[in-house]
């Protein structure tokens, strides 16, 4: 029946708010309550959630016989499931307190169930519950018989790791200065540990039970080394932290001390003084920690006696410690035959988990294998199935390369032959220009001062006429000599000859053109401003030709070592990439070509309806 109640109580916590898990954390942390009974005495200020944790663990403590706890313990495991991360780690902890305070024999049983409770802090990362259950992991070890070292200085680094905070340092310090104490005495105690701990007896931060558990044990060391003034000083202060704490568990702690006072008296020759202490330190309860104190109770009031000659009283006294030794080494050994069976036990099933483990990882090896040897044959075949694909687009690169190369020299072939056509043109209007000019030219000027000359009458309309008609011819011969040989471009450059072509044609009022230039200083290379002039002619041809345009621009921009020439025109554009293909191309591939020539760049931006801009970059 108790088991289906806890249950309930149980399945009530999960719907614990998650400020309740750091409510009790709070006072499980801060007051080192180990009962939680005393958590509820203290505050009248706990919210429901922790409440119910609360008397849940006070029902555990107080419901169950260790019968009850094996049936508990059957139905944990359904349990369990259905609770939340901190109701399974509280059922942990709680758990473990109600082995280690209520059952003398039951240590091992309490550290599993604080492993338990740390594994479930450790899935989950939280640094406040892992140092929860570490403190418990290391208080039982510290108080019981089952004195692991490795273990528990295993314990001390993970603490070390998790420690999130100046109390949880102090914590550590600790337990890491009572092991030592504890395990080799005076040998290797820590004085950097105990200056750091004594300074936090003094923190407002550090609670007070802590406070005094420090001071008790830095108070032993210092009896044990002979220094009994400051040892006895560090106990008073010890009594007056305990005497201020108000919960039941600090019985336990403050009657240890004075059983440390009473030692302490015993090591000073004063008897009467220390039976005084014993007499204090005496407890009706007889759980395992106030049976524990009851044998050093017995053997210093043996030994106090005996100073005191009262030698039937030490023999009594003396009697009761060996009672209460055997009985505690009996529950030693038999809490070490157990721990030894678990041990052996885990060993078995670690044994069986390995030989399973082997099966599995043969079994893993063959399949690891044939898979290998599958990805092996799939890896041969996609390196063959690659490398064949390689060769055919080297091969593949290696014919474009070749069509490119010969598309290269048919182009430098086409180019060279531009550049000689170009020079044929040019050397055949030179010799026409100079045909014109020198023989033509100066026959007409002879021809007409002879006429000019003749003994006519001089207003006869047909000699008027004829003189007319010979002057109109003389002219005509004159300018097509200057035209043929770039009458301006040979004397003053490229900007007046373009100039000029664009007074001609603004003479036409058929096309108004514009010439700007912008830094052309001096003059170039011949050849390279008769190429340019060429090249402007045939794209002015092209506006008149096809654009319908009503007005054009060419600008001239000089940077340092380059020549920027833009063309410009608002007529009705054209489809850039249908002229290329046609088979006239407006002249504008052999004009590209000319300009590559050059090592220029030519680009042509042409919008339907919006006209043409030609940009020509020319290093000169």
């Given amino acids: ?82 609770l939340k991360s901190f109701d399974r780690f509280y059922y942990h902890m709680a758990t473990g307190d109600t082995f280690f ?40 070890h510290r108080i019981s018989f089952l004195v692991d070292n490795s273990t528990y200085e295993e314990y001390l680094k993970m603490y070390k790791k998790y420690a999130y905070d100046a109390l949880e340092e102090t914590y550590l310090n600790y337990y890491d200065l009572s092991f030592k104490f504890k395990n080799f005495y005076v040998k290797k105690w820590d004085k950097n540990i105990e200056f750091y701990l004594l300074e936090k007896s003094t923190d407002i931060g550090t609670p007070p039970y802590l406070k005094g558990k420090i001071k008790q044990l830095v108070g032993f060391y210092y009896e044990m080394i002979g220094e009994f003034s400051r040892s ?39 008897p009467e003084k220390a039976i005084y202490y014993l007499n204090q330190a005496k407890s009706d309860k007889t759980d395992k920690l106030f049976t524990i104190n009851r044998m050093y109770i017995d053997y210093w009031a043996s030994q106090a006696n ?52 082997q099966k599995k990882k043969q079994n893993r090896n063959i399949a690891l294998t044939l898979g290998g040897l599958l990805l092996f044959g799939s890896l041969i075949f996609y390196l063959v199935q690659k490398n064949t694909t390689k060769k055919r687009k080297l091969a593949e690169q290696q014919q474009l390369l070749e069509q490119q190369k010969v598309a290269t020299l048919l182009k430098e072939q086409e180019l060279s032959s531009i550049d000689a056509m170009i020079a044929g043109q040019e050397k055949e209007r030179t010799k026409v220009a100079n ?16 006429f000019d000359n003749v003994k006519v009458d ?44 664009a007074k001609t044609i603004n003479e036409t009022n058929s096309l108004k053109v514009t010439v700007e230039d912008f830094g052309l200083g001096e003059r170039m290379e011949n050849s390279l401003e008769l190429t340019i002039f060429r090249i402007i002619q045939e794209l002015i041809a092209n506006i008149i030709k096809h654009s319908k345009a009503h007005t054009a621009t060419i600008q001239f921009t000089q940077h340092e070592d380059r020549l920027n020439i833009i063309v410009e025109d608002n007529g009705g554009g054209f489809d850039m990439a249908a002229v290329m293909r046609s088979q006239n191309g407006m002249g504008l591939g052999t004009i590209e070509k000319r300009i590559e020539h050059l090592e220029g760049t030519f680009t042509v931006d042409s919008v339907i309806g919006k006209g043409t801009s030609i940009l020509i970059d020319i290093p000169i």
């Fill in 101 to 140: 305070f209520n059952y003398p024999n039951k240590d091992i049983e309490a550290i599993s169930s604080y492993k338990s409770a740390l594994n479930e802090a450790t899935s989950k990362n939280d640094s406040i519950l892992i140092c929860e259950a570490l403190k418990k992991i290391l208080f039982v």
């Fill in 232 to 270: 006895e000083k560090l106990y008073d202060e010890v009594l007056v932290l305990f005497e201020g704490l108000n919960f039941d568990y600090v019985a336990y702690d403050r009657k240890t001390t004075l059983i440390y006072k009473a030692i302490l008296e015993v090591n000073r020759e004063k």
């Fill in 1 to 82: 029946m108790r088991c289906k109640i806890t249950y309930l109580v149980l399945c009530l916590v999960t719907f614990c708010s998650a400020q309740s898990k750091y409510e009790i954390i709070d006072y499980l942390r801060h007051s080192e309550f180990h009962k939680a009974s005393d958590a509820l005495k203290t505050s009248k200020t706990l919210q429901n959630g922790t409440k119910y944790l609360l008397k849940f663990q006070v029902d555990l403590y107080k419901s169950f016989n260790s019968i009850e706890l094996d049936k508990y313990f059957i139905e944990e495991s359904n349990l369990s499931n259905d």
């Fill in 306 to 357: 005996y100073k005191l000659a009262n030698y039937k009283a030490a023999y009594d006294y003396n009697s009761s410690y060996e009672y209460l030794r055997d009985s505690l080494n009996e529950f030693k050994y038999s809490t070490i035959l157990t721990e030894l069976e678990t041990k052996y036990q885990t060993t078995e099933k670690e044994k069986q988990i390995l030989v399973e483990q």
């Fill in 435 to 450: 045909e014109l000019h020198d023989d033509l030219g100066s026959l007409m000027a002879t021809v007409k001062l002879h």
């Fill in 458 to 501: 001089q207003k006869d309309p047909a000699l008027i006429n004829a003189q007319k008609l010979l002057d109109e011819a003389y002219q005509k011969i004159r300018g097509m000599a200057h035209s043929k040989n770039s009458g301006v471009m040979a004397n003053q450059g490229l900007l007046p000859a373009v100039k000029k072509m």
